[in-house]
C-alpha cells in the first residue's frame, strides 16, 4: 500500500525538478522565399544570430492570378527553418519585412512559432548564441 | 508585424493528393500554401498485422491561415483528405506569433477588381 503511494507520488516530484525556461525563450523562425533568394536570406538570417538553420524545397500553390500579381511567376520556393532567441525576433522580422518590399523578386512570408522545450544546456546556449557563457580555455 | 492573427496548418499526405488539399483549404477559406516532399516511415510490424500498406513518399502541405478560418480549413482537410480517403492525410495547426510578408487579401481583391476594368 505504501508502495503504490510512493509509485503514484513520484511524477509530481519529478516534475518540480524541471527547471522553467523564462528569460529568452527559442523561436523557430520560418520563412517562405522563391529559391534562387534562399542563400541570401540564409546569411542575412544568420548574421541576426540565428546560428542553426536549414532549408526545404518545396512550391507554392497560390492561384495564379495572385502570383503574377504579387511578380512570382516562379513557383519554386525555399522554405527556410532558422531557430533563434525571442530577443532577436523583433528586430529580423522588421529587416526580412523591408528585405520582402525592396529586393526585387525577394517577396516572402516569415512567421515565428514558439519552441516548447529544448533538452542540454550547450544546446540551449547554442541554439539561443549565448556566447558569454560559454567557459573557454 | 502582428501578434497571433495567425496559424500554421500542417498537412501530411499521401504523395500526389497535395492538390486535393489545397483545394479543400481553398473552399474553406485559405489562399496559398507550400508542399515539401518527405518521406515517411511506419511501423513494418503493425503494418503487415494490420494487412495495412503505408506509402512512405508524403507531401507536406504548409499552410499559413487567420486564425477565423483555422477550424473551417481543419474540417475540410479532415473530410476531404482525412485518413479515411485515398489521400490518408492528417492534419495540425500550430500557434505562430509573429507574420511578416502577407499581402492584405482586400487589398489584393481590390487591385483585381481594378485590373479587371
Known amino acids: 500500500m505504501a508502495e503504490e503511494k510512493n509509485l503514484t507520488k513520484k511524477p509530481v516530484v519529478r516534475k518540480k525538478v524541471h527547471s522553467k525556461v523564462s528569460m529568452n525563450r527559442l523561436k523557430i523562425l520560418v520563412t517562405t522565399v522563391m529559391r534562387s533568394k534562399a542563400d541570401f536570406y540564409m546569411d542575412y538570417i544568420q548574421s541576426f544570430g540565428a546560428n542553426m538553420q536549414f532549408v526545404l524545397y518545396g512550391h507554392g500553390t497560390a492561384p495564379r492570378e495572385i502570383l503574377t500579381a504579387l511578380g512570382l511567376a516562379d513557383p519554386e520556393r525555399a522554405v527556410i527553418v532558422s531557430v533563434i532567441g525571442e530577443d532577436h525576433v523583433p528586430a529580423v522580422l522588421e529587416c526580412l519585412e523591408e528585405k520582402f518590399r525592396t529586393i526585387v523578386n525577394g517577396k516572402g512570408i516569415a512567421y515565428t512559432i514558439p519552441m516548447a522545450s529544448v533538452i542540454g544546456k550547450s544546446v540551449f546556449n547554442f541554439l539561443s548564441d549565448n556566447r558569454s557563457q560559454v567557459r573557454r580555455g | ?117
Open chain 2, 1 to 117: 508585424m502582428a501578434t497571433n492573427t495567425h496559424e500554421l496548418i500542417i498537412c501530411i499526405v499521401n504523395n500526389g493528393f497535395s492538390d486535393t488539399v489545397m483545394e479543400a483549404a481553398k473552399d474553406a477559406g485559405a489562399r496559398g500554401g507550400t508542399v515539401l516532399n518527405a518521406r515517411g516511415t511506419a511501423n513494418k510490424e503493425a503494418e503487415s498485422f494490420f494487412h495495412i500498406a503505408i506509402q512512405p513518399e508524403k507531401e507536406i502541405v504548409l499552410i499559413l491561415v487567420p486564425l477565423n478560418v483555422k477550424d473551417a480549413v481543419l474540417h475540410s482537410l479532415y473530410e476531404k483528405a482525412g485518413l479515411d480517403t485515398m489521400g490518408q492525410g492528417i492534419a495540425f495547426s500550430l500557434p505562430v506569433d509573429n507574420v511578416v510578408g502577407l499581402t492584405p487579401w482586400k487589398a489584393a481583391e481590390h487591385k483585381d477588381a481594378e485590373e479587371k476594368k
